[in-house]
């Protein structure tokens, strides 16, 4: 059954939020579920993988390379967990990383249908207890306001959940996709309302309630709303595409010229830049470039926007950034990788994927080690 048929009363969400942290075993009132910072030590990254099951053979076959790539580049350092529409399409995609000479002995799958391949909104988010012990958040996810097949991937969280026989806090009462939510993993949490106080996610819930759903369940207390702008795009301005938390006092984002051109409102763009973390102390701000031209596919397509390479995900030993074939890819890489020092920038191409509506985060999703610290 679809997650959005009902609507939860305030008094129910309130004893969702006391279930979840029963479910960790909190053992203090003040204790937290928190959710580690992207950058931490990885157990591994889930991918969902390209099907034509929703969308035909050409989506898949135009941009399936790029899931080849970024497995490629990840298992020298992790585990990569890959959500299989069947068991057909695991063996298809045994084969295709077989003969594209990768490893598969750091490569697990799961068989579980899904819509489409965005996992990092769909899929599952891990939390960790007091007690450093790993949980599952299955957040409501409904096609980003519904424009867009979802029940499938809906599942996914829960299916992974039970797979790695982790507990599960379910919180489908709240529509949070995981591409909405940047947090430093010291208490801050930045997101757009237009992504997720919006009629077409949450029109029963105030930033209060959301706020508190967040705060118990992230292990977050200051909160950065930007406005963001509403039919912007499919995810209706997800953060993730223009700001990302790289370090827990470093936020990658634009220059402010870009950061308009993107379409951010004049005041969105000062509380961005002037943005303080739990203790009142200013972010450091790196800029990345938007592509110094419109991105064109690699069939041709001229989109009519340029790309962003703030959409980067950081694994265990490398971090993975869209490219667009732009003179602009080896600037921000240069960037990115004085950033990363201890970790190796690796240049995935995105442009068959980006005419979808998104690029390398979208798609990844980390598990973080069951004791991060």
Same mark, same amino acid.
């Given at each position: 059954?679809?997650?959005?048929?009902?609507?939860?009363?305030?008094? @129910?969400?309130?004893? =969702? #939020?006391?279930? /979840?942290? %029963?479910? $960790?075993?909190?053992?203090?009132?003040?204790? !937290?579920?928190?959710?580690?910072?992207?950058?931490?030590?990885?157990?591994?990254?889930?991918?969902?993988?390209?099907?034509?099951?929703?969308?035909?053979?050409?989506?898949?076959?135009?941009?399936?390379?790029?899931?080849?790539?970024?497995?490629?580049?990840?298992?020298?350092?992790?585990?990569?967990?890959?959500?299989?529409?069947?068991?057909?399409?695991?063996? @298809?995609?045994?084969? =295709? #990383?077989?003969? /594209?000479? %990768?490893? $598969?002995?750091?490569?697990?799958?799961?068989? !579980?249908?899904?819509?489409?391949?965005?996992?990092?909104?769909?899929?599952?988010?891990?939390?960790?207890?007091?007690?450093?012990?790993?949980?599952?958040?299955?957040?409501?996810?409904?096609?980003?306001?519904?424009?867009?097949?979802?029940?499938?991937?809906?599942?996914?969280?829960?299916?992974?959940?039970?797979?790695?026989?982790?507990?599960?806090?379910?919180? @489908?009462?709240?529509?949070?996709?995981?591409? /909405?939510?940047?947090?430093?993993?010291?208490?801050?949490?930045?997101?757009?309302?237009?992504?997720?106080?919006?009629?077409?996610?949450?029109?029963?819930?105030?930033?209060?309630?959301?706020?508190?759903?967040?705060?118990?369940?992230?292990?977050?207390?200051?909160?950065?709303?930007?406005?963001?702008?509403?039919?912007?795009?499919?995810?209706?301005?997800?953060?993730?595409?223009?700001?990302?938390?790289?370090?827990?006092?470093?936020?990658?984002?634009?220059?402010?010229?870009?950061? /308009?051109?993107?379409?951010?409102?004049?005041?969105?763009?000062?509380?961005?830049?002037?943005?303080?973390?739990?203790?009142?102390?200013?972010?450091?701000?790196?800029?990345?470039?938007?592509?110094?031209?419109?991105?064109?596919?690699?069939?041709?397509?001229?989109?009519?926007?340029?790309?962003?390479?703030?959409?980067?995900?950081?694994?265990?030993?490398?971090?993975?950034?869209?490219?667009?074939?732009?003179?602009?890819?080896?600037?921000?890489?240069?960037?990115?990788?004085?950033?990363?020092?201890?970790?190796?920038?690796?240049?995935?191409?995105?442009?068959?994927?980006?005419?979808?509506?998104?690029?390398?985060?979208?798609?990844?999703?980390?598990?973080?080690?069951?004791?991060?610290?």
């Amino acid at each position: 059954m679809s997650h959005n048929t009902t609507r939860s009363t305030p008094a @129910r969400r309130s004893v =969702l #939020l006391l279930a /979840a942290v %029963v479910l $960790l075993g909190t053992a203090c009132a003040n204790a !937290q579920t928190r959710m580690p910072h992207e950058n931490v030590r990885h157990e591994g990254t889930w991918l969902q993988w390209p099907h034509s099951y929703t969308y035909g053979t050409t989506y898949r076959n135009r941009i399936e390379s790029t899931w080849i790539e970024m497995t490629r580049s990840l298992v020298g350092g992790e585990k990569v967990h890959i959500v299989a529409y069947n068991a057909r399409e695991q063996d @298809r995609i045994e084969r =295709l #990383l077989m003969d /594209a000479g %990768v490893s $598969l002995d750091k490569v697990t799958f799961v068989v !579980q249908p899904t819509d489409d391949v965005w996992v990092r909104d769909n899929g599952p988010i891990f939390v960790v207890g007091p007690d450093q012990a790993l949980a599952v958040e299955n957040w409501g996810f409904n096609g980003w306001g519904q424009k867009e097949p979802y029940q499938l991937s809906a599942e996914v969280p829960a299916v992974v959940a039970s797979e790695l026989r982790m507990p599960t806090i379910d919180l @489908r009462d709240y529509v949070v996709e995981g591409g /909405a939510v940047e947090t430093d993993g010291r208490g801050t949490f930045l997101a757009t309302r237009s992504s997720i106080l919006n009629p077409n996610r949450n029109p029963d819930v105030t930033e209060d309630q959301m706020d508190a759903a967040l705060s118990a369940n992230l292990g977050v207390s200051n909160f950065i709303w930007l406005d963001g702008v509403k039919n912007a795009d499919i995810t209706d301005m997800h953060v993730d595409g223009f700001a990302r938390f790289a370090t827990s006092d470093t936020i990658v984002t634009m220059s402010q010229g870009d950061l /308009a051109n993107w379409g951010l409102s004049a005041p969105d763009i000062q509380r961005l830049y002037s943005a303080t973390d739990v203790n009142s102390v200013p972010y450091k701000l790196v800029q990345l470039p938007l592509t110094s031209k419109n991105v064109v596919t690699t069939y041709g397509k001229d989109l009519g926007y340029q790309g962003s390479y703030v959409n980067f995900y950081v694994g265990n030993d490398v971090v993975l950034m869209p490219t667009y074939n732009d003179a602009n890819d080896a600037v921000a890489k240069a960037i990115l990788q004085q950033l990363f020092p201890d970790r190796t920038v690796v240049g995935i191409d995105v442009r068959n994927l980006y005419a979808n509506g998104g690029m390398i985060h979208c798609v990844t999703q980390q598990q973080p080690e069951a004791a991060s610290p």
